[in-house]
């Protein structure tokens, strides 16, 4: 029987989440709540709405079909009263401008994998695959499993990218079913760690210690302003990557495109620090992290 899970985007042609043309599955749920969130949309396991007004064509399909009557009309104006609506998607399915679009949608592993097998010809001429993404895959560990599973039956190169803040069980169970894995490490300070996303780092390196054993690793590390964008902090993480035997560290300048998602969630952006980091700067930070003898990339 396929298992199901719950998906909140499939984008193909990705050449940034590992080997070669990858097509990325994004699992919602997320037991992290990094300050500069990329996604969101990925945090809950339940769908979300994304409304974006300046797309509205004001054709009034959303206000016929509303159950809970969150949207109205108030002096010839369109009205969104958020905290009535439960994101049961009927607005989204009539919303022909696609103001309205629903973020997350049950899926069975046949239909993800109908989905990613369409690519297949860019996969075996670029050495590309497939890449498990979130939120956090390996909260939905099942569902992930069965993808992979399902992917290796169809030849096809897997990879997930992870936070590690997971048990141990998950990540094993998936070792067999996956190529290699992206593996965030964020801050190697336990304190700034949980100030910044919510819980520590030591189950994070602890199940690291474990994979890269069993797994070949890739570290991504997002550079983020004023919580791990200096010489010191960067030089910490690529001391412990190359002391663990891991040749390649990935460095993702911060982008800010996360607040204009959490406004068309309804929600507060909670990052404070919105500075974009400029080229030279990510520069020196490279070099620093290259005298630990690593591959250092930039942007994935």
């Avoid at 369109?78 to 989204?92: D, P, Q, S, T, Y």
């Avoid at 497939?130 to 956090?136: A, F, K, M, R």
Wanted: proline residues 4%.
């Amino acid at each position: 029987m396929s298992e199901k899970g719950m998906v909140f985007d499939i984008q193909r042609f990705s050449i940034h989440d590992g080997l070669g043309i990858r097509t990325l599955v994004f699992l919602k749920g997320c037991n992290l709540r990094c300050q500069w969130c990329f996604n969101p949309e990925s945090q809950r396991f339940k769908p979300d709405l994304f409304f974006q007004p300046e797309k509205c064509i004001g054709c009034q399909a959303c206000i016929k079909v509303c159950p809970q009557k969150a949207i109205i009309i108030k002096k010839s104006h369109i009205f969104f009263r958020r905290e009535l609506c439960k994101n049961c998607g009927k607005c989204a399915e009539v919303c022909y401008a696609e103001a309205r679009v629903i973020k997350g949608k049950e899926m069975s592993t046949d239909e993800v994998i109908k989905e990613v097998i369409k690519d297949n010809a860019f996969y075996s001429k670029t050495k590309g695959g497939i890449t498990l993404g979130g939120g956090e895959p390996l909260q939905q560990s099942n569902f992930a499993l069965s993808i992979l599973k399902k992917c290796k039956e169809n030849g096809l190169s897997t990879a997930i990218e992870t936070s590690g803040y997971v048990p141990w069980e998950n990540i094993e169970s998936v070792i067999p079913y996956t190529d290699f894995f992206l593996y965030d490490i964020k801050h190697m300070d336990p304190k700034v760690h949980k100030q910044y996303i919510g819980v520590d780092n030591q189950l994070i390196l602890l199940n690291l210690e474990r994979l890269i054993k069993k797994a070949m690793i890739i570290i991504y590390t997002p550079i983020i302003p004023g919580f791990n964008n200096t010489e010191t902090d960067i030089n910490d993480i690529a001391q412990y990557v190359a002391k663990l035997g891991i040749n390649e560290l990935n460095l993702l300048p911060y982008q800010n495109y996360g607040r204009y998602k959490y406004n068309i969630l309804g929600r507060d952006y909670p990052f404070k620090n919105d500075k974009i980091i400029n080229e030279e700067e990510v520069e020196k930070l490279r070099l620093v992290a290259l005298k630990q003898g690593l591959e250092v990339k930039i942007g994935g």
